[in-house]
């Protein structure tokens, strides 16, 4: 058994070796030219094989990611139960052995009585709706010492909500109820064998999803840790599929289908490779981190939407000074920084590749100075990275503005908006938890501390367990090219190093600074400039071997027999406990 434990992370350990052993000489070595240049006609076969190539993997992916993303039906109905009293009256002689109450928002307590006759009752169990019991499903079992007639279930504190209650027999079949709140008995056809992840929100879902359903319904928020626009996105997938468990997760795994020719057009804008491209998006689409994090109703998925549409055009400009990419990579970091301040992080990796270009720049052109285009340029950027950002950032708050009542371009929504700043600043740098699975960023370059979303066992000695941490390929490979990146980039002035350990390291350092509780999805926008290091190196070899294939295949080839080898604990897909621990743990603070 220890054999089949480690002879995987040994084989791919060895993968490494052999991978990193045929670069050549970095000294010597024939890196990317900045001058080189992409043919202006490509042939139309060419073409045609390059949108092949995308439809093909998209189709796949998509696939893959919205297969068993959740369910498309759930209790659309709720009630509040605070300081409510419900009674159900059960039809037929069989006893009820399980109750399976659906939550909604809120918390409290539930006192749930039995009686024969309608008016004695007996206490036989109580329930607890806690803010992580949010839009789930609960099994509750059910013993009495007679065949009840009336069950009441009473609110005794807080301010619950319910969304449906099932009654259901020995042989798993449901108990006929009639109760005068209808809300809590019109979708018994809804009710799962057993509450899981395809019915029930996990992680948390139960701040986004809720948020967003919220936002919907011009409710003031629950959630205000992170500004609006994320949340907003995730609310055109519930308006779409319902306040299901797809329809939360649905924006967030379109935007991961998103990323890939997103990342395609990235790379070949670097690189000017399509073969390049190609394995390089291969292994972004095969990382663990990427379709676990965009299958989950959080806003980390449209950050790192934002971030790489974001570095897609500073490229634009970092190389040749195109205003148009930088107008629009403007554009892109006010989207992202209205989603999530780590994309402010990403902000922070522009203004040095600006100035690397100015820098450049100058230095080029010691005999005639640029510093007229230079001013021209500085308020170009204020425009687009401080002006029309701040506008979006604004807008974004509408949905607060609505559930207050306040116009767009009053006092009160202007305040709305910097009372939220101050909280989101204060409840960041002082907020004390523990949870059994936070991380530092130390740990999370070297994969060694995965966090665990979902686990749950079940009576045949399989479980279903959903956890985040990268694809070892990528990860590990991506860490042993940052140092080669950093050799070119230091020794032989490669401005595409450059390029690519400005975006990582700007996602990454940080975080060496914050003290908060952290988890290993933070590193979940640093993974995407892995790939990118990892093509660069697949770009020496393409450009020094005529065989460099030969290197560059298997280890694509690895990195998506890995997500297959993976996929069960990264999908919540049912599987034998012991064969999963004992081939799945590759390290014993793997949560696997």
């Given at each position: 058994m220890k054999i089949i434990q480690y002879a995987p992370p040994l084989a791919a350990a060895l993968l490494l070796i052999l991978f990193f052993s045929a670069l050549p000489n970095l000294k010597y070595c024939t890196l990317p030219c900045d001058e080189e240049k992409l043919s202006s006609k490509d042939s139309k076969r060419s073409r045609r094989n390059e949108v092949l190539f995308l439809v093909l993997l998209c189709a796949v992916y998509a696939f893959t990611a919205f297969f068993g993303l959740g369910d498309t039906v759930a209790p659309q109905s709720f009630m509040p139960m605070a300081g409510n009293s419900v009674i159900f009256e059960l039809n037929g002689e069989a006893s009820p052995t399980e109750i399976m109450l659906y939550s909604g928002v809120g918390t409290g307590n539930y006192d749930i009585l039995c009686s024969q006759d309608g008016e004695n009752y007996v206490l036989v169990q109580n329930f607890e709706q806690k803010h992580s019991d949010v839009l789930k499903w609960h099994n509750l079992d059910f013993e009495s010492s007679f065949i009840p007639k009336y069950v009441e279930i009473r609110c005794t504190s807080g301010a619950p909500w319910l969304g449906e209650v099932v009654f259901r027999d020995q042989n798993n079949r449901a108990v006929q109820i009639k109760s005068n709140a209808s809300a809590l008995c019109d979708e018994q056809q809804y009710c799962p064998d057993r509450a899981g992840f395809m019915n029930s929100s996990y992680f948390d879902e139960i701040y986004h999803a809720r948020t967003a359903w919220e936002h919907l319904n011009g409710v003031w928020p629950y959630e205000i840790s992170h500004p609006p626009l994320g949340k907003i996105i995730i609310s055109l997938g519930i308006s779409l599929f319902g306040m299901t468990p797809f329809g939360w997760r649905f924006s967030g795994t379109f935007v991961g289908l998103l990323m890939l020719p997103i990342m395609y057009f990235l790379l070949k804008r670097i690189f000017r490779s399509k073969s390049v491209s190609a394995l390089g998006t291969i292994i972004f689409a095969s990382d663990f981190m990427h379709f676990v994090q965009t299958r989950i109703a959080t806003i980390d998925s449209f950050a790192l939407f934002f971030i790489l549409l974001m570095y897609l055009f500073m490229y634009g400009f970092y190389e040749s000074g195109n205003r148009r990419d930088l107008a629009l990579s403007g554009l892109f970091f006010g989207l992202g920084a209205a989603s999530k301040w780590t994309c402010i992080y990403a902000g922070g990796g522009l203004a040095v590749l600006w100035l690397m270009y100015w820098i450049r720049s100058f230095i080029q052109n010691k005999d005639s100075l640029p510093w007229r285009a230079f001013i021209k340029n500085c308020l170009f950027c204020i425009l687009f990275f401080v002006a029309i950002p701040c506008a979006i950032y604004y807008l974004s708050y509408i949905p607060y503005g609505?559930?207050?009542?306040?116009?767009?371009?009053?006092?009160?929504?202007?305040?709305?908006?910097?009372?939220?700043?101050?909280?989101?600043?204060?409840?960041?740098?002082?907020?004390?938890?523990?949870?059994?699975?936070?991380?530092?960023?130390?740990?999370?370059?070297l994969n060694v501390r995965p966090i665990l979303y979902y686990l749950n066992y079940f009576d045949d000695g399989t479980r279903s367990s959903?956890?985040?941490?990268?694809?070892?390929?990528?990860?590990?490979?991506?860490?042993?090219?940052?140092?080669?990146?950093?050799?070119?980039?230091?020794?032989?002035?490669?401005?595409?190093?450059?390029?690519?350990?400005?975006?990582?390291?700007?996602?990454?350092?940080?975080?060496?600074?914050?003290?908060?509780?952290?988890?290993?999805?933070?590193?979940?926008?640093?993974s995407a400039f892995l790939v990118l290091a990892i093509s660069y190196v697949f770009d020496i070899l393409r450009r020094n071997r005529k065989d460099w294939l030969k290197w560059t295949l298997p280890f694509t080839a690895v990195s998506a027999a890995l997500f297959i080898l993976f996929y069960p604990v990264l999908s919540g897909l049912p599987v034998d406990s012991k064969l999963a621990s004992s081939l799945l743990r590759w390290l014993p603070t793997w949560p696997i």
């Open positions: 609505i559930a207050k009542g306040a116009d767009l371009f009053s006092r009160e929504y202007l305040q709305i908006v910097l009372d939220n700043q101050e909280f989101m600043f204060s409840y960041h740098v002082n907020v004390q938890a523990e949870h059994p699975y936070a991380s530092r960023w130390y740990q999370w370059v959903i956890a985040a941490f990268l694809n070892p390929a990528l990860c590990w490979g991506g860490l042993l090219s940052l140092f080669v990146l950093i050799y070119t980039a230091l020794f032989r002035r490669d401005r595409k190093a450059g390029f690519i350990l400005v975006g990582y390291f700007a996602q990454l350092v940080p975080w060496f600074f914050i003290k908060r509780l952290t988890f290993e999805y933070h590193y979940f926008a640093s």
